[in-house]
């Protein structure tokens, strides 16, 4: 059986509507392994043209092109692929060697896409090397290399995955006579040894040297004659001996993986270091401003919530009953107007309070009342006079940290405000005032000593002038009035500030409110997050720009590499190949955008954060470690998807229109 036999081929190429140019017109002839043969013709004969069919790179055709009795013409697009991977061997004229990678990388690059170990390709390809006489010059880029040292890469680079058919284009076109003698050596030695080798040429000297010419013009074979037969006496031996090589080497059955993409596509990007460089830094300015805008936004709500947390106890938590607004009526009868008590909580029954003292890690219970009002309560001293909005009772909710001056009320004692200081007359610590409380009808007057002054902070009794005094006190005054007092508020111990949320969860749970604290922080946290979150999106717009940036930069690798996709694809690059380095790339990419994009952004930070120290002893930015990782996703994902549409149309380019291209 012939190795490569060609029956009835014809092909044909549209000018234009339905009009066809005929190039080649019902070919036949085969070909055996161990023949130097030469397929000689004028320029436009089809020579060129029988070659791209042969070597798989050309499909469209009719007729059967048979290789080891397979016709290739019914292969599928995988299948072609593998056939131009392993079956043939393409040595060009214009020698199409990758100017970027270097000799060694120029030879093992069908094997890397076949996904063979490193070591062993690395192997493989010294030893063709070495046995065409190019050891010295693995490391060194093509541009380095004179002619006949370029060729000589390019007939190693077609021998590497050990086919059984080497097509060479033109192979001494671009040579001076004595180093076309030695290609022609070489590729007599590559036939001696069992392959069938295939000159395509213009060139009668050349063609004097095969063992075999074939004649082209206008299409068709006009003659076809047997110069010498090479006297090979191993020829079974030999295909015995490939087909284990083939096998030693994993050349069959495999296909580039993905590390072996990646790194190939770092080879590639190191070809327009800058211009990637570049691309990163305007890649990493969106994910900067993305990240800096969400850690600015959890800056401020750390601020906000430490100086909040700063005036209470984490030990307590604080709960309040639900209002209810169908209990809330207006009196218009103006015998019983009075002055408005603004706070109309309902009191905690025994039911509440035994409910809440069984919640789980809740070591104690205290009772509390706090009155908000406008002009009902009071505080007299020497003469001057303070009204009180809030009169509250005193709790472990407010420590020694919460004193601005004096120390926490015991019996008989209160603790007021800076507001309400400032209206008495500023020293007032240790000193007697008259506390009025309106209770009913009646103001009710009590002599209470003033403990000290609380530092509100950030609650709301640095606005409000507020009295605190201990619930007992406050009892005693309702009491002596013929008056109960309920508790309205009730304050949650614990022992240990981790069961702090789970507590707060379970007074939810059972339907009461947490503290106004809580409540105006989970009020401002929302507020920030909004915030942060319209400032984010705003930032990402940034990112629509990066990822256009993007695509037009890998659309003009594309078109720029184009003559490179076509020799890959000529060595057997499968469309996912193509699509897959592209691909890599795009992500590699995203990789480093996403990393100088974090980088910058803690360097910006701590920049930031010494400024806002300095002024106002806070961290204005703060990172965290999920906004590094959400900014790392977020660019890769985008430079991948920014990557498809190039990868699509590299992958699509016909390797035949891309070979010729300059």
């Given at each position: 059986m012939c190795l490569l036999e060609l029956k009835n081929i014809n092909k044909y190429y549209k000018i234009s509507g339905s009009n066809k140019f005929h190039a080649i017109k019902d070919v036949n002839v085969s070909f055996n392994k161990g023949e130097l043969v030469s397929i000689i013709g004028e320029s436009g004969s089809?020579?060129?043209?029988?070659?791209?069919?042969?070597?798989?790179?050309?499909s469209n055709y009719s007729g059967e092109l048979l290789v080891n009795g397979k016709d290739i013409g019914?292969?599928?697009?995988?299948?072609?692929?593998?056939?131009r991977k392993s079956t043939v061997g393409f040595v060009f004229q214009s020698f199409n060697l990758i100017s970027h990678l270097s000799i060694l990388d120029n030879v093992t690059i069908a094997m890397t896409l076949s996904n063979v170990k490193k070591k062993a390709r690395i192997k493989r390809?010294?030893?063709?090397?070495?046995?065409?006489?190019?050891?010295?010059?693995?490391?060194?880029k093509p541009s380095q290399l004179s002619g006949g040292q370029k060729q000589r890469v390019a007939i190693a680079r077609a021998l590497i995955n050990n086919p059984e058919i080497i097509i060479a284009d033109e192979p001494t076109g671009s040579l001076d006579s004595k180093t076309t003698m030695q290609v022609l050596e070489i590729l007599r030695n590559i036939a001696e040894k069992g392959k069938l080798v295939i000159m395509v040429t213009h060139s009668e000297k050349v063609a004097s040297c095969s063992s075999r010419v074939v004649k082209i013009a206008d299409g068709k074979i006009i003659s076809d004659d047997e110069i010498f037969k090479f006297e090979n006496t191993y020829e079974l031996e030999n295909a015995s001996s490939n087909q284990k090589r083939f096998k030693f080497f994993g050349i069959r059955g495999k296909n580039l993986g993905i590390i072996s993409a990646v790194k190939l596509s770092l080879k590639n990007m190191k070809e327009k270091l800058t211009r990637n460089i570049f691309l990163s830094i305007g890649g990493s300015i969106g994910i900067m401003s993305v990240i800096l805008m969400l850690s600015l936004g959890n800056g401020v709500k750390t601020y906000f919530n430490k100086t909040m947390n700063n005036y209470v106890n984490p030990l307590v938590i604080e709960a309040n009953m639900p209002s209810d607004e169908d209990d809330e009526t207006i009196n218009l009868d103006v015998t019983t107007i009075q002055k408005p008590e603004l706070n109309k909580q309902k009191s905690f029954e025994d039911a509440d309070i035994q409910k809440l003292s069984q919640i789980e890690n809740v070591s104690k219970i205290e009772k509390g009342y706090t009155s908000i009002s406008i002009g009902s309560n009071s505080l007299n001293y020497d003469g001057k006079s303070s009204n009180l909005m809030r009169l509250s009772t005193i709790s472990s909710n407010i420590t020694e940290s919460n004193l601005q001056e004096g120390s926490l009320p015991k019996e008989g004692e209160m603790l007021i405000n800076k507001s309400v200081s400032d209206k008495l007359g500023g020293d007032v610590v240790g000193k007697k005032v008259t506390l009025n409380i309106l209770l009913g009808q009646k103001v009710v007057k009590t002599e209470l000593t003033v403990s000290g002054i609380e530092n509100a902070g950030g609650d709301l009794s640095s606005i409000m002038k507020s009295a605190f005094l201990n619930y007992s006190d406050l009892e005693k005054i309702y009491l002596d009035n013929n008056s109960t007092l309920k508790p309205n508020v009730m304050y949650l111990d614990t022992t240990n500030e981790k069961y702090t949320p789970q507590i707060k969860g379970k007074v939810k749970e059972l339907g009461y409110l947490g503290s106004s604290q809580d409540q105006m922080t989970s009020m401002f946290n929302e507020m920030i997050?909004?915030?942060?979150?319209?400032?984010?999106?705003?930032a990402a717009i940034s990112l629509v720009v990066s990822a256009i940036m993007i695509v037009v930069v890998m659309y003009i690798s594309v078109v720029e590499r184009t003559k490179e996709i076509g020799i890959i694809k000529a060595i057997g690059a499968r469309r996912k190949d193509i699509r897959r380095i592209f691909v890599c790339e795009a992500f590699l990419i995203g990789v480093f955008s996403g990393v100088i994009g974090v980088v910058a952004s803690y360097l910006i930070m701590k920049g930031i954060n010494t400024m806002s120290n300095k002024l106002f002893n806070i961290n204005l930015v703060i990172i965290r470690r999920v906004y590094a990782v959400f900014g790392l996703c977020v660019s890769i994902i985008i430079s991948m998807l920014s990557g498809l549409l190039p990868a699509n149309k590299a992958a699509k380019l016909d390797p035949v229109e891309s070979l010729r291209r300059e």
């Amino acid at each position: 059986m012939c190795l490569l036999e060609l029956k009835n081929i014809n092909k044909y190429y549209k000018i234009s509507g339905s009009n066809k140019f005929h190039a080649i017109k019902d070919v036949n002839v085969s070909f055996n392994k161990g023949e130097l043969v030469s397929i000689i013709g004028e320029s436009g004969s089809g020579k060129s043209t029988l070659m791209n069919l042969i070597g798989g790179l050309d499909s469209n055709y009719s007729g059967e092109l048979l290789v080891n009795g397979k016709d290739i013409g019914k292969l599928r697009k995988k299948e072609l692929d593998k056939y131009r991977k392993s079956t043939v061997g393409f040595v060009f004229q214009s020698f199409n060697l990758i100017s970027h990678l270097s000799i060694l990388d120029n030879v093992t690059i069908a094997m890397t896409l076949s996904n063979v170990k490193k070591k062993a390709r690395i192997k493989r390809a010294k030893e063709i090397l070495s046995e065409l006489g190019l050891e010295n010059q693995i490391n060194k880029k093509p541009s380095q290399l004179s002619g006949g040292q370029k060729q000589r890469v390019a007939i190693a680079r077609a021998l590497i995955n050990n086919p059984e058919i080497i097509i060479a284009d033109e192979p001494t076109g671009s040579l001076d006579s004595k180093t076309t003698m030695q290609v022609l050596e070489i590729l007599r030695n590559i036939a001696e040894k069992g392959k069938l080798v295939i000159m395509v040429t213009h060139s009668e000297k050349v063609a004097s040297c095969s063992s075999r010419v074939v004649k082209i013009a206008d299409g068709k074979i006009i003659s076809d004659d047997e110069i010498f037969k090479f006297e090979n006496t191993y020829e079974l031996e030999n295909a015995s001996s490939n087909q284990k090589r083939f096998k030693f080497f994993g050349i069959r059955g495999k296909n580039l993986g993905i590390i072996s993409a990646v790194k190939l596509s770092l080879k590639n990007m190191k070809e327009k270091l800058t211009r990637n460089i570049f691309l990163s830094i305007g890649g990493s300015i969106g994910i900067m401003s993305v990240i800096l805008m969400l850690s600015l936004g959890n800056g401020v709500k750390t601020y906000f919530n430490k100086t909040m947390n700063n005036y209470v106890n984490p030990l307590v938590i604080e709960a309040n009953m639900p209002s209810d607004e169908d209990d809330e009526t207006i009196n218009l009868d103006v015998t019983t107007i009075q002055k408005p008590e603004l706070n109309k909580q309902k009191s905690f029954e025994d039911a509440d309070i035994q409910k809440l003292s069984q919640i789980e890690n809740v070591s104690k219970i205290e009772k509390g009342y706090t009155s908000i009002s406008i002009g009902s309560n009071s505080l007299n001293y020497d003469g001057k006079s303070s009204n009180l909005m809030r009169l509250s009772t005193i709790s472990s909710n407010i420590t020694e940290s919460n004193l601005q001056e004096g120390s926490l009320p015991k019996e008989g004692e209160m603790l007021i405000n800076k507001s309400v200081s400032d209206k008495l007359g500023g020293d007032v610590v240790g000193k007697k005032v008259t506390l009025n409380i309106l209770l009913g009808q009646k103001v009710v007057k009590t002599e209470l000593t003033v403990s000290g002054i609380e530092n509100a902070g950030g609650d709301l009794s640095s606005i409000m002038k507020s009295a605190f005094l201990n619930y007992s006190d406050l009892e005693k005054i309702y009491l002596d009035n013929n008056s109960t007092l309920k508790p309205n508020v009730m304050y949650l111990d614990t022992t240990n500030e981790k069961y702090t949320p789970q507590i707060k969860g379970k007074v939810k749970e059972l339907g009461y409110l947490g503290s106004s604290q809580d409540q105006m922080t989970s009020m401002f946290n929302e507020m920030i997050n909004i915030v942060t979150y319209v400032l984010s999106a705003i930032a990402a717009i940034s990112l629509v720009v990066s990822a256009i940036m993007i695509v037009v930069v890998m659309y003009i690798s594309v078109v720029e590499r184009t003559k490179e996709i076509g020799i890959i694809k000529a060595i057997g690059a499968r469309r996912k190949d193509i699509r897959r380095i592209f691909v890599c790339e795009a992500f590699l990419i995203g990789v480093f955008s996403g990393v100088i994009g974090v980088v910058a952004s803690y360097l910006i930070m701590k920049g930031i954060n010494t400024m806002s120290n300095k002024l106002f002893n806070i961290n204005l930015v703060i990172i965290r470690r999920v906004y590094a990782v959400f900014g790392l996703c977020v660019s890769i994902i985008i430079s991948m998807l920014s990557g498809l549409l190039p990868a699509n149309k590299a992958a699509k380019l016909d390797p035949v229109e891309s070979l010729r291209r300059e």
